[in-house]
C-alpha cells in the first residue's frame, strides 16, 4: 500500500525556471492539500482541491499553480522559480475533509532555487 | 484566525527522562487536535490525536489531554528513547476547514543514550 507518493524527491531549480511536482495518492481520497515547509515556520498550505477538477488557494497561493485532472493525482507548478521557493514540499490527502480525520502525507520534495 | 503555539526547541534529554512538549491553541468553535511526528528525512506521520473536550490520545507511550479551559494540548511520554528523537507538530483541525491543518512551528527533540 503505497498512500501518498511524492515525485522527485529531490530537485534543484535556477532562477526562473520552471516544474511540476506530482503527487498521487492510492487511497481514492477526495481532498488533497500541498503545504511548504520552512524552518521555524511549521508547515503552510499553499492549495488544496476538495474534489477531481477542483482547486482552492490556501495560507500561501503565489507563485505557485495547481491542478487535479484526475481523482489520484494533484499536481503543483512553479512558473518561474524564484529562491524564495526553496522549501520542502509535503503532499497530503483526506478521504471526506472531515475536520476529525488526520491528514496522510507524502514523504516530501526537497527543492533547491538558486 | 485559528492559531497553534508551541514551545521552541531543540529540546535535548537523556534517554528514560520525562518529556513534555507544551500547545496551546486558538480557534473559534472547538477544533480536532493532532500531533504529528516528523522523522529525519520523512513525512509527517499521525501521533496521537483528539475530537472533543477531555479526551485523551494516545499511541507508542506518548499521551496528550485535550483542555478546553485553558485551550492546551501539550504532549508527555514518560520515559523516552534515542528512537523518538524527532519533530513534533501540534495542530489543529476546525469545523469547515475542509480538512485543511493549522500547524505549530514544530520542536525538534533529540534523545541522548
Known amino acids: 500500500n503505497a498512500g501518498v507518493t511524492q515525485t522527485p524527491k529531490f530537485r534543484v531549480l535556477k532562477t526562473g525556471q520552471s516544474m511540476t511536482l506530482l503527487c498521487a495518492q492510492d487511497?481514492?481520497?477526495?481532498?488533497m492539500y500541498w503545504y511548504r515547509q520552512d524552518p521555524g515556520m511549521g508547515l503552510r498550505l499553499i492549495h488544496y482541491?476538495?474534489?477531481?477538477?477542483?482547486?482552492a488557494k490556501g495560507e500561501v497561493p503565489d507563485g505557485y499553480n495547481v491542478s487535479r485532472l484526475k481523482k489520484q493525482n494533484f499536481l503543483l507548478g512553479l512558473e518561474s522559480a524564484a529562491p524564495s521557493q526553496t522549501s520542502v514540499y509535503f503532499c497530503?490527502?483526506?478521504?471526506?475533509?472531515?475536520?476529525?480525520?488526520?491528514?496522510?502525507f507524502g514523504n516530501g520534495t526537497r527543492l533547491t532555487v538558486t | 484566525g485559528d492559531s497553534v503555539t508551541q514551545m521552541e526547541g531543540p529540546v535535548t534529554l537523556s534517554e528514560e527522562a520525562f518529556l513534555t512538549i507544551n500547545c496551546t491553541y486558538t480557534?473559534?468553535?472547538?477544533?480536532?487536535l493532532f500531533w504529528y511526528v516528523q522523522y529525519p528525512g520523512e513525512g509527517l506521520q499521525l501521533l496521537l490525536k483528539?475530537?472533543?473536550?477531555?479526551d485523551k490520545g494516545s499511541n507508542k507511550g506518548f499521551e496528550a489531554t485535550y483542555r478546553k479551559e485553558t485551550t492546551s494540548f501539550h504532549l508527555e511520554k514518560g520515559s523516552v528513547q534515542v528512537s523518538d528523537s524527532a519533530v513534533y507538530f501540534c495542530?489543529?483541525?476546525?469545523?469547515?476547514?475542509?480538512?485543511?491543518?493549522?500547524f505549530g512551528k514544530g520542536t525538534k527533540l533529540s534523545v541522548k543514550p
Open positions: 497530503a490527502s483526506i478521504g471526506d475533509g472531515s475536520y476529525n480525520s488526520p491528514l496522510h
Open positions: 487511497m481514492n481520497h477526495e481532498y
Open positions: 482541491s476538495v474534489g477531481e477538477g477542483t482547486t
Open positions: 480557534a473559534t468553535g472547538y477544533p480536532s
Open positions: 483528539a475530537t472533543k473536550a477531555d
Open positions: 495542530a489543529l483541525s476546525a469545523r469547515g476547514s475542509q480538512g485543511n491543518l493549522i
